[in-house]
């Protein structure tokens, strides 16, 4: 099934094999290590139990943004509340199905996070959502292959659901697009020259994890940075006229 696992700055080799195996066993075989502290490494492939070709074919990137760029919809997982920060929560039952109808258009991807740290609130900037798993909250501490495995689970069922998720009719907007069509409304904030009234540094950020809570469609990104670069030309219009 078309699901991409990306592991973010795994520290222990062993999570990484038992990750490959978690996801053997459902039938899914893309994995994406970013920056892992040591692979390979022959604890992975002992913990992978078999599942060696997964780790095999896994690909190596630098950061997080390398392994989304061309993906329509990421889902982060976490347990940490976010503060200000907000990120819509799913669980792993509601979200299966609309990575599942993603990943059939597109690209699609679950993203986990350093098992000591988890994922930081600048990782979440390249997600749509997150997806938390419910566990006792007296102790909700998974292991990273655990969390994988239960995400895992919950998409195998829902791809052998009787009825299948809709369909699309426009694919979504890989992140790729949507960093441009943040730093393209960048450029039109600062020729206004509007700034963040609450004092903050991060508007462009802000809007980014709206973008990305929207799941906008690449028709709808056309759309909105057709409406800036009208904005755009209508100031230097007014500006030569004046």
């Not at 061309?70 to 347990?79: E, F």
Request: with cysteine; charged share 20%.
């Amino acid at each position: 099934m078309p699901i991409r696992f990306v592991l973010v700055a795994p520290r222990h080799p062993g999570n990484i094999g038992a990750t490959a195996r978690a996801m053997s066993t459902m039938g899914f075989h893309e994995l994406w290590l970013v920056a892992p502290a040591s692979f390979p490494h022959p604890e992975a492939t002992a913990l992978a139990a078999g599942a060696e070709a997964v780790l095999r074919s896994a690909r190596l990137v630098h950061s997080l943004k390398e392994a989304v760029a061309d993906c329509g919809l990421v889902y982060a997982t976490s347990a940490r509340a976010r503060g200000e920060y907000y990120w819509p929560a799913s669980s792993p039952r509601e979200a299966a199905p609309r990575l599942l109808a993603a990943g059939a258009e597109g690209e699609a991807a679950l993203v986990f996070g350093p098992e000591r740290t988890g994922l930081t609130n600048e990782d979440l900037a390249y997600c749509s959502g997150v997806v938390r798993i419910p566990s006792d909250p007296a102790y909700e501490s998974l292991n990273l292959a655990q969390a994988v495995q239960v995400l895992a689970y919950e998409l195998r069922c829902a791809g052998e659901a009787p009825v299948p998720p809709p369909r699309r009719a426009v694919a979504l907007a890989p992140v790729a697009e949507l960093e441009k069509l943040t730093a393209h409304l960048g450029e039109v904030l600062t020729e206004v020259d509007f700034t963040d009234r609450a004092g903050g540094p991060n508007l462009l950020n802000r809007l980014a994890r709206i973008f990305g809570r929207a799941e906008l469609d690449q028709h709808e990104v056309n759309v909105l940075r057709g409406l800036l670069a009208a904005v755009q030309a209508r100031r230097r219009r007014a500006g030569s006229d004046a």
